[in-house]
């Protein structure tokens, strides 16, 4: 059995010794923002971005796409808890840059274990039996940073929920470095209206 459990409440029990005054936080975010980031582990928004508790919402998901979910979850920020800018920001050697829907689908179809990757090729080393359901689901893989960080953010700046008066501003972050870049046409296409 794995020792995971054990060490992530004890980390916790060591977190809420020091809670303080956290449990008084107002639920909106205070600084009025959202991050839209992919949920690779080498990722903290909180560092990158300097955010500290109840400053701002992080919504993640695989490559930080602008999903159906990653939309009512952005709406829900704007409308219910008043943020007011949106950052989309995707990351360099992402790992939705390594598959396609047609390899996912293929992988699914033939097992449901964890699948391998050699640095060129994916295998499924799993026994099946696999799953179609795969093949109804836009996986959202990425063929070029910029590209879909532009997507993202005109999907989002298009969408029939979404205010006008929302900038929505397009990044990618660099793993080697730790830096933001900006995506300068994915941030036009997100200008407040």
Known sequence: MSKVPEEVLAANVRYAEGFGDKGKLAMPPAR???ILTCMDARLQPSRFAGLAEGDAHVIR????RASDDAIRSLVISYKLLG???WFVIHHTKCGMELFTD???RDLLGSSLKTATF???VWRDTGAGPGSTEGQFIDW???KDQSKSVFADVSRIRNHPLVPGDIPIYGY????STGRLVEVPEATAAGRAR
């Open 32 to 34: 009025k923002f959202v």
């Open 61 to 64: 998901n695989a490559g930080g």
């Open 83 to 85: 943020t007011r800018e």
């Open 102 to 104: 047609e390899i996912m």
């Open 118 to 120: 050699d640095g060129k």
């Open 140 to 142: 959202l893989t990425i």
């Open 172 to 175: 990618i972050y660099d793993v």
